[in-house]
């Protein structure tokens, strides 16, 4: 369990800086651009019910063309990961782990397709435990159908006084699927 996780965490970390591309339409960033779009199956280590991966947002573009529902149009620096629901039940998505820088300000939120018009599906926006004050975690709305995907985004809120949070940084990511039966 301990190796998955590990090399998960190595590989994703390393990676994270080389799929991150130049901004494009005006300085605005398509997360949802097939090349850059993580597949939490292929690069997260899952252990049970619960999926985990670490990742960085640190070179992606302060704008985005999504925008997190909770966090009033200052979300940026975003990267988008898929996940594939193995059980119907609600989703349980954090970022209030060791593995989150603690001055990173994370704004996180699921959606039913990864376009800016896309069905909300939840949204956390500083919910975390010190001294990850502003990590995020949250529960979606609704029940999650098995082998149906979700799109869930992770942000940096964009503060006007950087000296007291950081929109860019390393974070750990966990889905964790809280079945309902059939």
Do not use: K, Y
């Amino acid at each position: 369990t301990t190796d998955a996780t590990t090399d998960a965490t190595t590989d994703a970390t390393t990676d994270a800086t080389t799929d991150a591309t130049t901004p494009r339409d005006g300085g605005f960033d398509d997360p949802c651009a097939p090349d850059r779009v993580v597949d939490l199956a292929a690069r997260g280590a899952r252990v049970g019910a619960v999926t985990t991966i670490r990742w960085q947002n640190v070179g992606t573009a302060p704008r985005a063309t999504l925008d997190a529902p909770c966090a009033a149009g200052m979300t940026g620096h975003v990267v988008v990961f898929r996940h594939r629901a193995a059980t119907r039940g609600t989703l349980r998505i954090s970022t209030n782990h060791e593995g989150t820088d603690a001055r990173l300000d994370t704004v996180v939120f699921a959606l039913g397709a990864c376009a800016p018009d896309a069905r909300r599906l939840g949204c956390g926006d500083d919910t975390g435990d010190p001294p990850r004050d502003h990590a995020s975690t949250f529960v979606t709305d609704e029940v999650i159908d098995a082998g149906q995907t979700v799109f869930i985004a992770v942000g940096g809120f964009l503060h006007a006084t950087r000296e007291l949070w950081d929109s860019e940084g390393a974070f750990t990511l966990t889905v964790t699927e809280q079945g309902s039966g059939p």
